[in-house]
């Protein structure tokens, strides 16, 4: 699952561009059990084949993050009003980010499903191994 998020992070750099109109942008404090996290809330509507849309997406992966100040730079970038450029899945125009392409959200995502496949493969074998020397 993690390496589908990365491929598919990758691939948003790819995808045609149009322009994009900032409604929307702000960061908001979310409550966690362990402390605070600030995630980054952009609005935007674009014109695709004359049908309008809004979206709401900064990266294909978006986590909130722990320093207020890392999210206030986000969205610094996207002050309302402006006109950005946005990147659209060609068969999907509901489908789009603002910064496309792999960040280190995807790269954790990634590493996270292959950490646990390996794990699954060592527990299972050595799993194996014991049953082996401790069945008489």
């Known amino acids: 699952f993690g390496f589908y998020l990365a491929y598919f992070s990758f691939s948003t ?3 045609p561009t149009t322009k ?3 409604i929307e942008s702000r960061v908001v404090q979310v409550p966690t059990k362990n402390g605070t996290n600030y995630k980054v809330q952009i609005k935007y509507r674009y014109n ?3 049908v309008e849309y809004t979206g709401d997406s900064v990266r294909f992966i978006n986590y ?3 320093d207020e100040q ?7 970038k996207f002050p309302v009003g402006s006109k950005v450029d946005l990147k659209f899945q060609g068969n999907n125009p509901k ?38 020397q401790h069945s008489s």
């Open 13 to 15: 750099a790819s995808w």
């Open 20 to 22: 994009a109109e900032i």
């Open 48 to 50: 695709i084949n004359g």
């Open 64 to 66: 909130g993050y722990d």
């Open 70 to 76: 890392e999210a206030k730079q986000i969205a610094d």
């Open 95 to 132: 489908m789009t980010v603002l910064e496309p392409g792999l960040h280190v959200s995807a790269w954790l995502a990634a590493s996270a499903g292959f950490a646990l496949i390996v794990v699954a493969f060592i527990l299972r074998f050595t799993r194996k191994k014991w049953l082996l």
